[in-house]
């Protein structure tokens, strides 16, 4: 008999896993919800266009990327790390499938279904609510999508790594939420300082690991209407090219160890 | 030709020596047992032996390759875990049609594993559903979808009933003699390995402590004890305790049992008659009386440590 794919296999039964019903379902409406909901605050902003497609497209991502950011930390933080504490990785590596595969299949089924599940809602958000700006402006429209996604795929990758390391589902839930409120709080810190302090560093060290705050910095959006720092288009957009760096340095650090050092 | 070498592993947990120096060998179409108490080192060894702990020394070869991400030699390797965990929400037979696909085996096979452990009511149960015998069975199942030509296996037997525990050693004897398949199996259930076993290593303290065939070891290991029946074992005892090469004799109604050291068995059956006439006692029968795997064991573990001590 011919064959089949392992690789198709496992991340077949990942998504069987991750993804059991109603999970789906029930993200699916979330995310729907979290999109509608709050697209009602910027309809009706006026300003150049260009703002008003940045304004919407924030408003309708927020809550939906913070249900993404939970389906980071069911499928990774519990998911992936269950399966190394319990065993289902051990089972994965009897199969002929190399490690760096098995952590692909993983993470496709954790994070590319739910992000093509965000994706899907918000494509079709944009369309309904702004059908004639969208084209016209796509450029900054998928940059704002890159700046927005930035900071949750750079809390992904140290998410994926502090599971790897705890190599215990419970316990990278709990240090995961812990670090996540911790770098908000951070967050917030640093912005209060740099708006005592006048002093622009700090902000951006912020916008390498959140980029979306360089983007606000360029249209002067609440706090840079007050925090005196302007940065071009170009430089908005290097610090989102800085950002997806780091991001890449995580994830290869992450499928270094997991395919060279982790002992399941 | 060996399947499995091992040579100078070293495993250390912080400042527990988990698996100390350890060097190991299966042979080809053999059947060897891992034995040893629990915290011997026994999974930590396995582990290694299957690529999925890095020793922090030494090195390991399976079919003459390293077993660290070589997925190529999985296809010839079937591993039943000490704690088998499995995707949880898919059914028994879907999940192993599933495994049929992985290893390019036609699916039907999945049909005949689950018979050959007598689990084919099981087919249409979500794997979570199954009780602890249940899923040790479809561990077993799974490990030998793909036909390996080596199975390694931990404390497989664990969670079965008597019965299936037998019906599983058949099996494993069976698989041996009639496909060829080597098996590395770890257990601190004595009586069932030296069933299906032609050789051991006793591992303790995360070492091999004496390894071989079982002939071998037990020459090597066990002092012999000789069984005498007499109608007068009081008498006879106080004879035989006399001479210099007996380390203990112990007495009920109907004989004696004379432990003797190593080589000195003989010397026993030719003294034993003249010993019989001096005491009066009339010799009814005797015989070597057989070490079982356990005792085999204790007298390594004994001998052994005290050499380390």
Known sequence: MKKGKPFLEIFASAVHEDYRFPILEIFAFLYALGTFAFAGFSIGSSGPEEIVIYGLISSIMGMPLFIFLILVFKNIAYGLGGDIERGTIQTYLSYPLKRRSILTAKLLSALGIALLLFFGVQLFALFVLAPGMILPNIHMVLLTYVAHCGYIFFFTGIILLVTMFIKKGGSALIVGVILYFALSIATSIVLFIAWMTGSILPIQIVALLNPSTALSAYYRIQPFDVIDWAPTLTEATLYVVGNYVIIASLFFIAYYYFSRRLSI | ?309
């Open chain 2, 1 to 309: 030709m060996s399947v499995i070498l091992a040579e100078n592993l070293t495993k250390h947990y912080g400042i527990v020596h988990a698996v100390n120096n350890l060097s190991l060998t299966v042979q080809e179409n053999s059947v060897i047992g891992l034995i040893g108490p629990n915290g011997a080192g026994k999974t930590t060894t396995i582990k290694m032996v299957l690529g999925l702990l890095k020793p922090d020394e030494g090195h390991v070869e399976i079919f003459g390759e390293n077993p660290w991400d070589n997925p190529d030699l999985r296809n010839n390797i079937g591993v039943v875990h000490e704690k088998n965990y499995f995707p949880a929400h898919q059914k028994v037979l879907n999940y192993l049609e599933r495994v049929c696909r992985i290893f390019g085996v036609p699916e039907f096979r999945a049909r005949e594993v689950l018979g050959l452990v007598n689990l084919e009511e099981a087919n249409d149960r979500q794997i979570k559903a199954l009780s602890a015998g249940m899923l040790q069975k479809f561990g077993i199942a799974h490990a030998l979808i793909h036909k390996p030509k080596l199975v390694v296996a931990d404390e497989m037997t664990a969670n079965l009933d008597p019965l299936a525990r037998s019906s599983l050693l058949d099996l494993v004897l069976k698989l041996h003699k009639e496909e060829k398949v080597t098996f590395l199996l770890s257990s601190h259930i004595l009586p069932e390995l030296s069933r299906v076993c032609d050789s051991v290593a006793v591992m303790n303290r995360g070492k091999v402590w004496a390894s071989g065939k079982l002939d071998e070891l037990y020459d090597k290991f066990s002092a012999r004890t000789v069984r005498i029946f007499t109608d007068q074992p009081e008498k006879l005892a106080e004879q035989v305790k006399a001479l210099p090469y007996v380390e203990h004799v112990s007495i009920d109604s109907r004989g004696i049992s004379v432990k003797v050291a190593e080589g000195k068995e003989d010397n026993l059956y030719e003294d034993t008659p003249k010993l019989a006439r001096k005491s009066g006692a009339k010799i009814q029968g005797i015989e070597s009386e057989s070490t079982s795997l356990e005792e085999l064991y204790r007298q390594i573990v004994t001998q052994q440590g005290e050499k380390q001590k």
